[in-house]
């Protein structure tokens, strides 16, 4: 990982670098432009905190996924989730809760300069990207809503102005994970240009042992009063069993030296054999599971489920008639491009259109055992239309300005089914016969917003900037269950809607100040807001005591103040980089899940508070070529300060269950650090490439990152705890001087550290909630990767 940028966000070529990460052959550190002001600006120059990755360094490490990017970059974490969002994205210990479907992440995703807010992108391959860029801290004014924690932003490979192919060919042991990639690009005309990219594998290993046990599930037919026994046999193959196809095709058109057009459109199609194929039991008060003692708590890569069972299978709907657990993802996305530059005004308009259909089937007790419930299925299906109109000034005077519109639709379908209480009904349809419930929800969602900045140089060496993000949204939605077994309804209620009505409008503003004493210097400090919607939990429940405040939340906020100092030292041989920050969140969206009920509430913590100071250095001396230093080094301290919240499941009195929330027992978490907030993170890594034998150059990269342990529970559960770890990347190649040839060989967590990114109560474990004998809820991880190998060919011409 290194502290450079990219431009992510503009069509305009990049300076040239080695594949050092930056480094240019003996003039030390090359200057990098970055577009985190959506205008290309010297990285050094710019009043914000960023770390980036170059093309070089994403493909040293074949960093394809959100996953694998965060792997990288030491205060990012993700964790994968089965269900709800899917997954939990985490920047300096802000992120949002996976379990609900209706929360857009605090860590906003930035596609080809277009807004990706579910969740579920963690399901989307990236292929021949061309750089990323983190951005860190609330980013309202210029990527708009939903980045109070930061923002990801990729940017794919544009056409090339001469024809270039690449064919790439890897396996990977761990998983026996076979993978192809290729790409062509080059002009079609003397002003057209065309990139086709596509990456297809498939897995025939795995990365967890799944160990489950059969266990049987029996129900009790409220029509004939019957008691039947189904075999639940345990799963046969391990996890994931992924099957991945990739593609994107650019088309570049530039008629005039004013005028660009890009075309991209991509697709991803990702099956896996179960949607919580990650899903580890880690922490538990016993050294076994509370509901069944042959399965081990302990930190191995090893998870514990089930088939359906068959005749519950075939009717149960969007499962297999064999019983097979499953996650289908299919996704595609149009994104244009206009950019038109006048003699002193640029202005570019992108326009997209994505959609995506997320099916499941899922043994969602987690964890093998009789007396838990019985398996779910799930359709989600959502798209999205956007329009974004920006024009920049480009006076040679003091005073420039930036001035944006912002428009976006969306709808939300979700449906859910879930077979648990021990219940069936004979006389209902065959596909609702084994239903606890049907639950149905949609939301309906538009945005209108309006954003503007004016610089002003005040001497060549002081600028001044100010700006303000106006943003208007509604969101019209409802949950219900059609369905519900008449055994049930005294929990869950049919035919019983809840509506949302949402409408919110919001004022982000944003001003720093910057300072160039010197061209190797700058110093900025800045105050900044950012706003994250409002919404509505789609995959809540209605009960009996259900009230629409229990799955419509408020609006997420926060504002506060960041300063720092960029240097270029001897020369321009070493970047060293030093930020502070503090900043304050209002209502913080969590979602929380009730394991003896299975009910989720979605709730707004007070206040929560972030401070912390990140020094980031690259290094490259002109006296040896090739050779590349670089690390940081972050402390952050993130706290609720103000958020009765809660109790987990089984927390007693003694352990601060000692208050009411919302009539059910309640915690205070003011003081307690939030889900996934480590103190301290860094990384270190140095790369070196050099001639071995005539044309053959061979190169070597090693990435440490540290994290100091964290609860990775928003709701303070001591068994949540991940210790702290150290985490290896490295890769080995042998290339031919021209790159025609090349062969690596990829590590990643050659520690095999055993990492949870976000934590579920294990269902129907924890009692006695709020009493003196309560017994804590066993905890299940999301668990990031193991130690993987990749052996990787890769020819271009």
């Not at 008060?285 to 302990?298: F, K, M, R, T």
């Not at 269950?481 to 503003?509: A, C, H, K, M, R």
């Amino acid at each position: 990982m290194t502290s450079l940028a990219l431009p992510l966000l503009s069509a305009a070529p990049t300076l040239a670098q080695s594949a050092d990460d930056g480094q240019t052959a003996s003039v030390g550190l090359a200057e990098i432009v970055v577009t985190a002001r959506r205008r290309e600006e010297s990285l050094q120059d710019v009043p914000v905190s960023v770390t980036a990755m170059t093309a070089e360094h994403i493909q040293r490490y074949d960093m394809t996924s959100l996953e694998k990017i965060s792997t990288q970059t030491p205060q990012f974490t993700i964790g994968r989730a089965s269900n709800g969002s899917g997954a939990q994205l985490t920047l300096r210990g802000i992120g949002s809760s996976s379990t609900s479907i209706g929360i857009e992440q605090s860590v906003a995703v930035i596609v080809d300069g277009v807004y990706y807010g579910q969740g579920r992108i963690i399901n989307e391959g990236f292929l021949d990207l061309a750089g990323i860029e983190m951005l860190k801290g609330p980013q309202a004014l210029f990527f708009g809503k939903n980045a109070t924690a930061g923002v990801i932003a990729i940017r794919s490979a544009d056409p090339t102005d001469t024809p270039e192919f690449m064919g790439r060919v890897g396996y990977e042991f761990k998983a026996k994970n076979l993978i192809g990639e290729a790409m062509a690009s080059g002009p079609l005309g003397e002003n057209l240009g065309i990139r086709v990219a596509v990456r297809g594998s498939n897995m025939y290993g795995s990365y967890f042992r799944n160990r489950g046990m059969d266990k049987t599930y029996a129900t009790y037919d409220v029509a004939t009063g019957e008691t039947t026994p189904h075999l639940a046999r345990a799963y046969d193959g391990d996890n994931p069993g992924e099957k991945e196809f990739l593609g994107r095709v650019t088309l570049k058109w530039e008629p005039t030296d004013r005028l660009t057009a890009t075309l991209k459109a991509s697709g991803t199609a990702n099956t896996t054999n179960n949607n919580s194929w990650n899903y580890g039991l880690f922490g538990c008060v016993g050294d076994s599971y509370a509901l069944n003692p042959n399965i081990p708590c302990e930190r191995k890569f090893n998870v514990y489920q089930n088939y359906i069972p068959e005749d519950i299978a075939g009717n149960q709907p969007f499962s297999r008639k064999d019983g097979a657990l499953y996650n289908r993802y299919r996704s595609y996305a149009i994104t244009g491009t206009l950019e038109y530059g006048f003699d002193t005004l640029d202005v570019t308009w992108v326009t997209n259109y994505n959609r995506n259909v997320n099916r499941w089937s899922c043994d969602c007790t987690f964890v093998s055992s009789d007396l838990a419930a019985a398996p779910s299925s799930e359709r989600s299906k959502y798209h999205a239309f956007s329009s974004e109109l920006r024009a920049q000034t480009t006076y040679d005077g003091p005073v420039n300005v930036l001035a944006g519109v912002y428009y976006q639709k969306t709808k939300r379908d979700h449906t859910q089914t879930g077979a648990f209480g021990n219940v069936e009904d004979s006389s209902q349809p065959a596909h609702l016969r084994y239903l606890a419930y049907l639950k149905r929800s949609e939301t309906d969602g538009e945005t209108i917003s309006g954003y503007g900045q004016v610089t002003w140089k005040v001497v060549p060496q002081v600028e001044l900037a100010a700006g303000v993000r106006y943003i208007h949204e509604t969101k019209d939605s409802y949950l219900m269950q059609p369905y519900v077994n008449e055994l049930l309804q005294t929990l869950f209620l049919q035919n019983s809607p809840i509506e949302g009505d949402q409408t919110f409008n919001n004022w982000s503003p944003e001003a720093t100040i910057s300072w160039k004493p010197d061209e190797n210097v700058t110093i900025y400090g800045a105050y900044k807001s950012a706003y994250k919607s409002g919404g509505f939990s789609n995959s809540g429940f209605v009960s009996a005591s259900t009230v629409p405040t229990d799955v419509a939340f408020n609006p997420e906020k926060a504002r506060g103040f960041e300063a720092g100092i960029k240097t270029m030292l001897f020369d321009r041989q070493l970047r060293l980089n030093v930020g502070v920050y503090t900043y304050k969140y209002l209502d913080l969206q969590v979602d929380f899940f009730n394991s003896e009920t299975f009910a989720f509430i979605t709730t707004n913590a007070g206040k929560a508070k972030t401070k912390g100071v990140e020094v980031e250095f690259e290094y490259a001396p002109r006296e040896v070529d090739g050779l590349n230093f670089r690390g940081s080094i972050n402390y952050n301290k993130a706290r609720y300060a103000n958020y009765i919240a809660p109790c987990y499941g089984g927390q007693t009195i003694a352990q601060g269950c000692n208050t009411v929330f919302q009539g059910a027992p309640g915690q205070d978490l003011s003081g307690k650090p939030t889900a996934v907030a480590p103190k301290w993170t860094g990384s270190l890594g140095a790369s070196y490439e050099a001639p071995v034998s005539g044309s053959l150059l061979f190169g070597i990269s090693v990435d440490s990152r540290y994290s100091s342990s964290y609860l990775a529970s928003s709701f303070a559960h001591p068994l949540s705890r991940q210790p702290k770890y150290l985490t290896i990347d490295s890769s080995v190649r042998v290339r031919t001087d021209d790159s025609r040839f090349e062969v690596a060989l990829i590590g990643k967590n050659l520690t095999n550290r055993y990492i949870v990114g976000g934590v579920v109560d294990a269902p129907n474990t924890g009692s006695g909630t709020g009493t003196a004998a309560g017994v804590a809820a066993d905890q299940v991880g999301f668990v990031s990767l193991p130690r993987t190998v990749q052996l990787q060919f890769t020819t271009r011409f």
